[in-house]
Structure formats: C-alpha cells, structure tokens
C-alpha cells in the first residue's frame, strides 16, 4: 500500500543546531506540505511544494527551509534550532484530482 | 483569511449514544472539506472527504454533511463506541488560487465511556 513516513519519530537538538525532518510518500502525489501541531493553535501550514523544484512559504515559514529534488521527498530543514520550534511536525501530501489529503505519523520535536 | 471554527471542543457521552461534531469556516469558496481522527500521539487518518459541490458522505456509522453556503460542516457517529474515543478535526482546502493546504480547526476531544 502506498504511505507517507517521516523520520525520525522523536528528536531532541540543543539551541542553535541545524535538523532536517525527512518525509517520504509513495502516493506519487505532487502536492506534499509540512504543518506543525501545538496546543492551543491546531495544525498550521509552514511550507508547501506542488511539484519537484517547486517550494512556497505557508504562515509560519520563518525559520525553516524546504527543497524538492524529486517527487516522493520534502525534508523540512531548521536552520537554526529554536525552543519556540518544539512541536509535533506533521507532512501530509494530497492527490491531484479529489484533493483529499494523507499524513505521516508526526515527529516530535524537543529543542532544548 | 479563513477561519475555521469546531464546536464543541470536548464532548463526553456514554457508549451507543448518536452525536454530532460542528464544524464552520469563514469563506465559503472552498474546493473540498475533510474530517481527520487523530488518536494521542498518532497522525492524523482521513475519515470523509467531502467535495464543494456534494451535499453529504458516508462510511459506516459516519456521516458528513457540508451546507457551503452558510459555512458549516457536520459529523454524525451513530451509535457511539469506546474506539471512538479520539480528537476529531475538521480541515477545509481553499479553491486553487488560494493553494492546495489545508486550514484547520482546532479539533473536538471525544471520549465515549462504557
């Protein structure tokens, strides 16, 4: 069965270090998107790409990167780890003709 | 920029009760609606996907129905269980122009007790 996994499921990082959050899909879905989950907010849009080469900010980009160099991965980059960037990191790709969206299983993400 | 709202935000009912789930957006162009369950510390899985153009969706005890209109989404559970238990989301995708990402409300904490 086609899926979406991310890697790793938990990950403490100190201050000021870089992390890259992998997700892979295997849907072929060009539409993948990265959200954070934090209590009192709900999930919320950091980056978007539609398609390889393809890559846009969402509403709390700041502080994170994105590439596409293919279709099945989107890792999400902190360039600069923060504590206010401790969440739960969600990736979600979504097919081309319904729209209806797929996510992975989430990566907790401590930053001390 | 659009709103979505879900009502209530914890609901307790005892098992084999039939219940709702509210859920009301700000802007009625939407391209699809979709209700998630999302159990504690697990992602979130696709229970409905409900078209702009389509009324209603179901799949088993569930159903969903979409009134864009007037900006509102409802979840049915009939006949309530204890695995029903879990934090159910509403999310709406905005027409293409806006982009394909979803905006989400902040979710309803269902328990079912035996």
């Known amino acids: 069965d086609a899926e979406i996994t991310q890697s790793p499921r938990h990950k403490i990082t100190e201050t000021g270090r870089q992390v890259t959050l992998a997700c892979h899909q295997t849907w072929n879905h060009n539409n993948m998107f990265w959200y954070r989950q934090d209590l009192g907010h709900g999930l919320r849009l950091i980056h978007y790409?539609?398609?390889?080469?393809?890559?846009n900010k969402g509403e709390v980009s700041d502080g994170y990167s994105v590439s596409r160099s293919n279709t099945e991965d989107l890792p999400l980059t902190l360039e600069s780890a923060a504590s206010s960037q401790t969440s739960v990191y969600f990736c979600a790709s979504s097919e081309g003709t319904t729209g209806e969206s797929f996510f992975g299983q989430g990566t907790r993400l401590t930053v001390v | 920029k659009q709103e979505v709202t879900q009502i209530p935000a914890a609901l307790s009912v005892p098992e084999g009760e039939n219940l709702v789930l509210n859920c009301s957006f700000t802007?009625?162009?939407?391209?699809?609606l979709q209700w998630f369950r999302q159990d504690p510390g697990k992602g979130l899985t696709s229970l409905l996907l409900?078209?702009?153009?389509?009324r209603e969706q179901t799949s088993g005890r569930l159903n969903a129905s979409l009134d864009k209109s007037s900006g509102r989404s409802t979840l049915y559970i009939a006949a309530s269980q204890p695995g029903d238990s879990a934090t159910y989301l509403c999310?709406?995708?905005?027409?293409?122009?806006?982009?394909?990402?979803?905006?989400f409300g902040k979710g309803t904490s269902l328990l079912v007790t035996p």
């Open positions: 790409s539609y398609g390889v080469q393809d890559t």
């Open positions: 999310a709406v995708r905005a027409n293409s122009n806006s982009g394909y990402a979803l905006n």
């Open positions: 409900i078209q702009s153009s389509q």
């Open positions: 802007d009625s162009a939407i391209y699809n």
